[in-house]
Each structure stands twice: as C-alpha cells, then as structure tokens.
Nanobody, 127 residues
Framework: QVQLVESGGGLVQAGDSLRLSCTAS????????MGWFRQAPGKERESVAA????????FYTESVKGRFWISRDTAKNTVFLQMNNLKPEDTAIYYC????????????????????WGQGTQVTVSS
C-alpha cells in the first residue's frame, strides 16, 4: 500500500510560479513511477507530467512543455512539479499518482495505469 500526500497549491497571479510536492509513504514507495494529473471545473481529469522510477525519464503534456518540470527525490520519496509562467487555464485540482510500471511510452497518460492517488491540491491562477 502506498499513501500519497500533495502540497504546495495556492492562489497566484498569471506569470507566477508554484512548486507542488507529493510525498509517498509505504514500504516500496520509492520504486513507483509517478505522475501528475489535473482536473479543472467541469472538465475531465487530464495528465500533466510523469517521471519514471529512476528519475531519468520525464514526460509532459504539450500544453505545459517548457513551463512545468517534474523531478523526484528518491531518498525522500517525494516528487515535485515546478510550475512556471502559470496561466489561468492551469487552474485545477492537481493530483499525484503512483504506478508500479508504465510499460509503454504512452501509458503515463492513462489514469488506469496508476494504482494509488493523492487527495489533490488546488491551484488557482488569476488573470
């Protein structure tokens, strides 16, 4: 069993930055591949970014490339999402999720790939 707790959300203005954190607990938490998803009001949850178990492989959805950066500190079982140049359309609840293995290069985008989910943290970007 893996428990995930997100933090770092808040209310910012367009152009500002935020760094989200997701700390995993559990006996094998450090072995999981991790992803960030978000869900805006009235919209479906969408993938944002992901990182493989080693931290060497990272993946991003097109709309955040060049603005968001995902990283992990394996020793602390923590995954970070650095979000720069935030836009109002980035407003959403952000969730982190853990997967035993991605399997394919596109699996990180799919909710069903992940076994564990955090409770979410709200990010609001005002214009």
């Amino acid at each position: 069993q893996v428990q995930l707790v997100e933090s770092g959300g808040g209310l910012v203005q367009a152009g500002d930055s935020l760094r989200l954190s997701c700390t995993a607990s559990g006996r094998t938490a450090g072995n999981y591949e991790m992803g960030w998803f978000r869900q805006a009001p009235g919209k479906e949850r969408e993938s944002v970014a992901a990182v493989d178990w080693s931290g060497g492989g990272t993946f991003y959805t097109e709309s955040v490339k060049g603005r968001f950066w995902i990283s992990r500190d394996t020793a602390k079982n923590t995954v970070f999402l650095q979000m720069n140049n935030l836009k109002p359309e980035d407003t959403a609840i952000y969730y982190c999720a853990a997967a035993a293995v991605f399997g394919t290069t596109s699996a990180w985008r799919t909710e069903g790939t992940y076994s564990y989910w955090g409770q979410g943290t709200q990010v609001t970007v005002s214009s």
